[in-house]
């Protein structure tokens, strides 16, 4: 079934990152490795001789160390990419790579790669130690060194006293690092994470998921994690990797992926934004003269070249509101109370602009129907082509 | 707080005089054996509630075997354990492997596979009573215990791979692919992770396999003909062939003969009740 390519072009993809410093391994530390999967597709039969295209020509590059997450809605076919890499399952071709080896056709056991899955899968029948100990035993390990092998393991999670426990009689959020202890007992090339945090209540959940990014520093292992939430993905990782119905839509680092986003899709889906139509008069100096909103002003040119009709991206905490005399006149049409910040809708013209703030202590207490003058700075303003479907 | 539903309330009445009118339906017979194993042989069917005299000297006849009848009679109850423990092993080996292979290995055959099992059964058994007594006698078999042993696990195999297919899906597959990373064999999954976690179906499965043998009589009374091999079903239906046979040992037998799949079931109960497979994965 699976086509190897024999000559896979080695070509990073765009605008990838060099492995930075930080990134790398701390000394003494078993090298990392890094992870290349090339042109991959893979799609499920679904009886009667159809076949359902779940990922299609996806390409990725992880630097050995680095933490890159798959970012996307759900169903776009990243848990399929994890159980790819995994060996859980077949694809039609593509080629993956650890250190420009291939491992396509190892079977799963083999590919010392470490699953940590969203229900974490413990055995209920077993303790914590011999959940963990599961893979040494199988691979008849020494009994002496199995005890050692997991008791680090179980200290990295910082569940030293519990081996003794059965799953049962653990909280979700121990039970959690159960299987990250699992995974990491094999001293794994490289850890998949499938959305390990979904079970956890909000707190909890941020609270692990720094916990899990200092392992992952401490060990140096190179980790793909796998999540719909853009809050996690934005402070977990090096790089994140957009994903679309079975593609990457962007790969970049957090604050690229959220300030230049590639398409229209990726900036919607890291964060609220609003989409105003502009149109391109004159090009400089790197700078663009574009007309939106009634007015003309100077926007930073994207790197590629760009049709007259183009989206302005902006940013709602970007936008600020002003006395009715400052910045662009518009009228307050809907205010919504978040909590932390608060989310105003202004018409300007025909267009209804996002602005979020913090209202706490405001002397100017803005009201629906207030004349307001709306400001931002022109470099905040992203162009994307028009010609793209709303999304 | 303590205000009473009245209408929940009169609905569990309810409940409890239908359950009585069931539990004294089901009794009655039972009690019936019990009064007539405790009556003298000689009185018979005085059809009294409780006999004038009751005695436990039946039950001593019984398990001294003090009766032409009954000459054979622990000879006989052991061949009813034993055929009953090779065919639940049997059924054992065949359905818990067969289940695996359908639900956790998923070969191609294996929806036809699941639905040829149960097809078994649209053929009433007793109709088949005849070709399974030629098929045993063209192999040889007959008066033999293997050809009983050999029919109560064809019966009994399809429905216990159909049980236990059903339950298999309680049992995550993530714990199937947890245990392949990390480097187990089909085998191993099977042993390590399977097998413990489907106990409660299997102990379910093996009670049915059991029962079934326990109580079968068509099929032992047409496969085994000598005193020494027929088991204990077929040598108490030889008492309705005679007219002056001692119903008060027939009795006694029955209730005897009741007594180790009550036990059994007793014993097994704490197994069955599920939740083992509870907290092996989140949401
Ligand atoms: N075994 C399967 N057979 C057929 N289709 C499948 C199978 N597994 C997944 N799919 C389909 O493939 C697509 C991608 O599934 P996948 O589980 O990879 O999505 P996901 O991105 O992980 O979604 P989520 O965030 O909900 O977990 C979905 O449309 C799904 O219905
Ligand atoms: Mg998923």
Known sequence: MQQTLAKAPVHAPAESPVPTASSAPAKGQTLAKALSIRHLDKSYALGGGRRLPVVTDFNLDLAPGEFVTLLGPSGCGKTTVLRTLAGLEDFESGEILLDSLSIARLPAHHRKIGLVFQNYALFPHMSVFENVAYSLRLRRVAEATVRSEVASALAAVGLEDYGPRMPGQLSGGQQQRVAVARALVMHPDLLLFDEPLSNLDAKLRVQVRSELRRLQRRLGTTALFVTHDQDEAMSLSDRIAVMKSGRIEQVGAPEEIYARPATLFVAQFVGKVNALPATILDEANGQVEIEMLGTRLRAPSPATGLPRDVLALLRPEAVTLGGPDSGLPGIVEDIEFLGDLTEYGIRVGDTLVTSVRSALGDAWKIREGDRVGIGFKEQTIHLLPRTEAAV | ?283
């Open chain 2, 1 to 283: 707080m303590h205000e009473i539903a009245f209408k929940p309330l009169l609905r569990q009445a309810g409940l409890i005089v239908l359950g009585a009118l069931i539990l004294l339906w089901t009794l009655l017979p039972l009690y019936h054996m019990v009064i007539l194993s405790l009556t003298p042989v000689g009185e018979g069917f005085a059809g009294k509630l409780w006999p004038d005299a009751p005695t436990l000297d039946n039950y001593r006849i019984v398990l001294t075997q003090d009766n032409y009848y009954l000459s054979r009679f622990w000879l006989q109850l052991g061949n009813s354990v034993l055929v009953a423990f090779t065919s639940c092993v049997f059924v054992f080996a065949l359905s818990l492997t067969a289940s695996f292979a359908i639900t956790r290995l998923r070969p191609r055959f294996a929806g036809f596979a699941s639905h040829m099992a149960l097809i078994t059964y649209l053929v009433p058994a007793t109709f088949l009573a005849i070709p399974f007594y030629q098929v045993m006698g063209s192999y040889g078999l007959l008066g033999s215990r293997w050809a009983l042993i050999i029919t109560i696990a064809t019966f009994a195999t399809p429905y216990a791979i159909w049980v236990l297919q059903q339950n298999a899906g309680s049992v995550p597959r993530e714990l199937d692919e947890a245990a392949e990373i990390d480097g187990a064999s089909p085998w191993q999954i099977f042993r390590l992770v399977y097998l413990p976690l489907m106990v409660p179906t299997i102990v379910a499965v093996g009670a049915f396999a059991v029962m079934l043998s326990w109580n079968e009589y068509l099929y032992a009374f047409l496969l085994l003909s000598d005193e020494d091999r027929i088991t204990l079903p077929v040598m108490l239906g030889q008492f309705l062939s005679d007219d002056s046979a001692p119903w008060p040992l027939l009795m006694v037998s029955g209730v005897l003969y009741s007594l180790p799949p009550a036990i059994l079931y007793f014993l097994a109960r704490r197994y069955m009740a599920t939740g083992l497979a509870a907290g092996s994965v989140k949401g």
